[in-house]
């Protein structure tokens, strides 16, 4: 999770007049547009945080940080010299905000001729304030809202030849929707020009084509315009949120807006980072195929700060684990779970959903979790990894119905678990596939061939695998060894009894890096595949931290043949460093007589993609298939046995 810095000459100062107004535009419909809601016409308008001395209010607008923008949209009459032409800006701070314009007027009247600042808030909500020039030597500039004068304004204008500038200090007390939510906004400013004393308006130009909510376009403050100028800009992201909120989330009692933009979680407020950054991270998902089912703003902890509640789907569309998650700032400026809960799996063979309620348990929220519906699986058939970082999915076979947490301390917690009678699992049909491997007998220890094998390769001590098992040749099996990181096959009828075959694992460091040695028919064609699992072990890298070792757990299938042992499929199924790990998924398909091999995306722990120091592998690396890694819409992998290999 990261936080963004504004960048202050990325775009607002370094690029043309033209090339800024163009972007204001571009970021006004990525990002001042409510999510279900096209965009208006018009300039966005730029408005820059200023500092209390940043200003000086004398009439005559040289010393502002942006450009004016010129008001080229006719609502009334036609803008043109020398009867009307306008250009103007604004600005705020904590407490004001500032308008700036500079007209040109055939004639200014007194009381009558006005510039307009109109905003609208997240809702619909409107507000005008309208700004009138003084009568230079006879009364002052004034500023009101809603025909009532503003006390605490200042409106300081400065009569020019064939027009006037003028600069005005607006409270943001006088608007009461800006005293909680000054993010999100919209904004047009007009100049009204009348034909005398008497009000009548001949002539009305503006940034906007009209006054109401839905005419006007967007109000980008200091951290819009960091966001847009920084992570949307660098991310090529257009478009509106697919989730968008306003609420107090963190610092003070300004409301933040909360976004949701592609894969990108952002905060950002008035109040939040001294009004000048936002945050930003990777949800880890891909929110535009539906991976990530809810997002939801609710004060779940009773502190008066709401917490981020989310499901997101790990893996792909059709095989995923889903997280129900809770996330607070709890006083900092960085969301971190408080709660957290797998509540759904889904795969080719069925799917488990649970449901989860936010109830009252007084000021705070209790989260309950409870048995959903499940499709395809039972107790017999279901084989899936169980959740071990948080707690796992309620499975309708198993003991627990329902289980209820409550916020203890910084965290929740369980607080409530109904049980229920577990359904056994149903007794398990005849295995499709040969009976495990067996040790070898007193016939077919093969004593002679085994003796002769030791003294020519040096081996010493006992095999770590000794299995009886037939991998080629007639009928009769075979003896399969692992000594050391050698693998031996000999037997009666392998060889005319009298010969063996050996195949060293040089890829390994040592011996105890060999995890298991199995067997399986893989081929269809009647005989056993050896299938060995380990760790391949390197020295840590400064990508992937620079100390320890980097640890693949890998797999290897063998065929055996009376010329020897032959590898037919390779592949890395996790990566490791230190407690950080990525664990991919394989299993073993019936595909008739012979099986097909699925690799498919499983979890990471301590590792998000953002983090992961390595790319995914699009091809086959050091002779492995690649690990498939847990993001970016990864979908399994099935290889099929081609009759010298397995491919994809």
């Known amino acids: ?184 906004l919209r904004a047009g400013l007009f100049v009204h020009d009348v034909d005398d004393a008497s009000g009548g308006e001949r002539t009305v130009v503006g940034t906007a084509t009209g006054a109401s909510y839905a005419a006007l376009p967007a109000l980008l403050t200091e951290p819009e315009q960091a966001l847009a100028d920084g992570l949307l800009r660098e991310k090529g992201l257009r ?91 709890g006083g900092g400026e960085v969301p971190n779970p408080i709660f957290q809960h797998e509540i759904g799996i889904a795969a080719e063979s069925g799917s488990v959903a649970n449901e989860v309620s936010l109830v009252p348990d007084g000021k705070r929220l209790a989260v309950r979790v409870d048995l959903g519906a499940s499709k395809g699986f039972d107790a017999g058939s279901y084989r899936e990894p169980t959740e071990t970082s948080f707690d796992p999915v309620l499975l309708p076979w198993g003991s627990v119905r329902s289980q209820t947490y409550r916020l203890a301390g910084a965290a929740y917690a369980k607080a409530d678990e109904q049980r229920q009678a577990a359904t056994p699992a149903p007794a398990p049909q005849a295995a499709a596939a040969a009976p495990p491997p067996r040790p070898p007998s007193a016939e077919e220890q093969q004593a002679e061939v085994y003796a002769i094998y030791k003294r020519e390769r040096g081996a010493t001590g006992k095999p770590r695998f000794d299995l009886a098992v037939d991998v080629a040749g007639d009928a009769r099996v075979e003896r399969v060894l692992l000594h050391g990181r050698a693998l031996v096959v000999f037997g009666k009828g392998y060889r005319g009894g009298k010969g063996y075959a050996f195949l060293t694992l040089p890829q390994l460091a040592s011996d105890a890096d060999v995890m298991d040695l199995s067997t399986r028919d893989a081929t269809g064609d009647g005989k056993q595949e050896l299938v060995v699992k380990a760790i391949q072990r390197a020295p840590a890298t400064p990508e992937s931290g620079g100390a320890g070792t980097v640890d693949r757990e890998i797999v290897l299938v063998f065929q055996v043949t009376e010329e020897g042992l032959r590898r037919v499929f390779g592949a890395e199924l996790a990566r490791s460093v230190g407690a950080q790990r990525v664990q991919g998924a394989m299993r073993w398909v019936a595909a008739g007589k012979a099986a097909e091999i699925e690799l498919a995306p499983g979890k990471a722990t301590d590792w998000t993609e953002k983090t992961y120091p390595w790319a995914q592998d699009l091809g086959p690396a050091g002779g492995l298939e690649p690990l498939i890694l847990p993001w970016g819409g990864a979908q399994p992998v099935r290889y099929r046995w081609t009759g010298s290999a397995f491919a994809r």
Do not use: N
């Open 239 to 329: 478009g509106t949120p697919r989730f968008e909120a306003f609420a107090d989330v963190a610092g003070d009692a300004m409301k933040e807006r909360v976004l949701v933009h592609d894969r990108w979680l952002v905060v950002l407020g008035p109040g939040f980072r001294g009004g000048k950054e936002y945050f930003f991270a990777d949800l880890g998902v891909d929110v535009a195929s539906g991976m990530m089912p809810s997002f939801d703003v609710r004060d779940a902890t009773g502190d008066d700060k709401a917490e981020l509640v989310l499901r997101r789907r790990f893996g792909s569309a059709s095989r995923y684990r889903e997280v129900f998650a809770i996330l607070a700032f």
């Open 1 to 184: 999770m990261h936080g963004r810095p504004l960048a202050r000459c990325l775009l607002p100062r370094c690029l043309s007049r033209a090339a800024r107004i163009a972007i204001a535009i571009a970021i006004g419909a990525s990002i001042g547009a409510a999510p279900a809601e096209a965009h208006a016409d018009g300039t966005s308008l730029r408005a820059d945080l200023v500092g209390a001395r940043d200003l000086k209010l004398d009439g005559v607008p040289k010393e502002w940080p942006e450009a004016l923008t010129p008001l080229s949209h006719a609502l009334k009459g036609r803008a043109a010299r020398p009867d009307l032409e306008a250009r103007a800006t604004v600005a705020y701070d904590d407490a004001r905000v500032y308008v700036a314009a500079d007209v040109t007027d055939d004639k200014l009247v007194a009381g009558g001729d006005h510039v307009e600042l109109v905003i609208g808030f997240p809702g619909g909500a409107t507000r005008s304030i309208a700004i009138y020039p003084g009568d230079p030597g006879k009364s002052p500039g004034s500023a009101r809202s809603g025909g009532a004068g503003i006390a605490s304004a200042r409106v300081v204008e400065a009569p020019r030849q064939g027009g006037y500038t003028i600069e005005a200090s607006l409270p943001w007390s006088a608007i009461p929707e800006a005293q909680t939510t000054r993010v999100g």
